[in-house]
Nanobody, 120 residues
Framework: VQLQASGGGLAQPGGSLRLSCAASGSIRSIDVMGWYRQVPGHERELVAQITSGGLTNYADSVKGRFTISRDNAKNTVYLQMNSLKPEDTAVYYC???????????????WGQGTQVTVSS
């Protein structure tokens, strides 16, 4: 199983970026998918999560600015980031709780991380 993230880059304050993360491999089922971010010298923090049924959870710092969504048919999760601030600068990681074919147990998988830089 692999998670491939894309869509990071440079944005100006107030701008927008959209991150995508596609899961591939021998997947039976995906439960929660989410995005985390990490700044050097700090712990990785939750940005947003979404269940297979579409329930969402956001960090207070991004509520009203970021929107998480998913396409279950494509095993893909998205993060639409609007009204970006310099403090949103970080490496963003996607994660997913996945059950592989032949198993009913879920394990957590991580993508490789994508850099988001917000600067004028």
């Amino acid at each position: 199983v692999q998670l491939q993230a894309s869509g990071g880059g440079l944005a100006q304050p107030g701008g927008s970026l959209r991150l995508s993360c596609a899961a591939s491999g021998s997947i039976r089922s995906i439960d929660v998918m989410g995005w985390y971010r990490q700044v050097p010298g700090h712990e990785r923090e939750l940005v947003a999560q979404i269940t297979s049924g579409g329930l969402t959870n956001y960090a207070d710092s991004v509520k009203g600015r970021f929107t998480i969504s998913r396409d279950n048919a494509k095993n893909t999760v998205y993060l639409q980031m609007n009204s970006l601030k310099p403090e949103d600068t970080a490496v963003y990681y996607c994660s997913a709780k996945i059950s592989v074919r032949g198993s009913y147990f879920y394990s957590n998988y991580w993508g490789q991380g994508t850099q988001v830089t917000v600067s004028s």
